[in-house]
């Protein structure tokens, strides 16, 4: 069975520090699809990333980038430069399906505050 | 394209009571979701549709009903509120792996 464990429940950090945020996965499948979702205080689900199990190679969007490592079935997401506006609960999730993602498997969440 | 959206966006409701969530989506996806956030948990599935006519039970069905009549509309029937059903609800439709979530509706039973 598919799993997600985001272990850090909460964190905080003062603007302009990196922050990491971990992600650990278990599943099965040699073919699966790994996600980051924000959730800002206004409660929507902002999409960040999808990497797909064949591509180990790591992802850099501006401040933001993730670390993807099959060996220690990790998709950690580090912020650098963190901005007040950060502040969110960050959400990992698996998807075993290849066409849809109807199996989607979401991890606790992250809640990350940064302070001024 | 408006997304995805829901409605109501708040409900309260008493034990006992039924109602539905709407949820729609103009993309033409052909898949749809519902989950529920409840703190500390994430996000679960609760049940989800391949395409119309076809739905199907995700992580935690029991007390939800769905049907899927057309491609646009998905919605989430309670038929008998429990407090434990308190909690917000997210409707999603994917395309090639990314999920596209309305905007939540937040559920009080009392």
């Known amino acids: 069975a598919q799993k997600v464990t985001q272990a850090q429940t909460e964190i905080s950090v003062v603007e302009k520090e990196d922050v990491t945020l971990d992600c650990v996965y278990e599943?099965?499948?040699?073919?699966?699809?790994l996600f980051w979702y924000k959730q800002p205080p206004s409660g929507e689900l902002v999409f960040l990333i999808r990497r797909n199990s064949f591509d180990e190679q790591n992802e850099i969007s501006g401040r933001y980038s993730w670390n993807f490592q099959k060996s220690t079935s990790s998709f950690n997401f580090t912020i650098t430069a963190s901005q007040v506006v950060d502040s969110a609960v960050y959400f990992c999730?698996?998807?075993?399906?290849?066409?849809?993602?109807?199996?989607?498997?979401f991890g606790a969440g992250t809640r990350l505050t940064v302070k001024p | 394209n408006a997304g995805v959206t829901q409605t109501p966006k708040f409900q309260v409701l008493k034990t006992g009571q039924s109602m539905t969530l709407q949820c729609a989506q103009d993309m033409n996806h052909e898949y749809m979701s519902w989950y529920r956030q409840d703190p500390g948990m994430g996000l679960r599935l609760i049940h989800y549709s391949v395409g119309a006519g076809i739905t199907d039970q995700g992580e935690v069905p029991n007390g939800y009903n769905v049907s899927r009549s057309t491609t646009e509309d998905f919605p989430l029937r309670l038929l008998s509120a429990a407090p434990s059903q308190t909690s917000v609800y997210f409707c999603a439709s994917s395309l090639a792996n990314e999920q596209f979530f309305g905007p939540g509706t937040r559920l009080t039973v009392l």
């Open positions: 999730a698996l998807s075993e399906a290849l066409y849809n993602n109807n199996d989607m498997r």
């Open positions: 599943t099965r499948d040699t073919t699966y699809y």
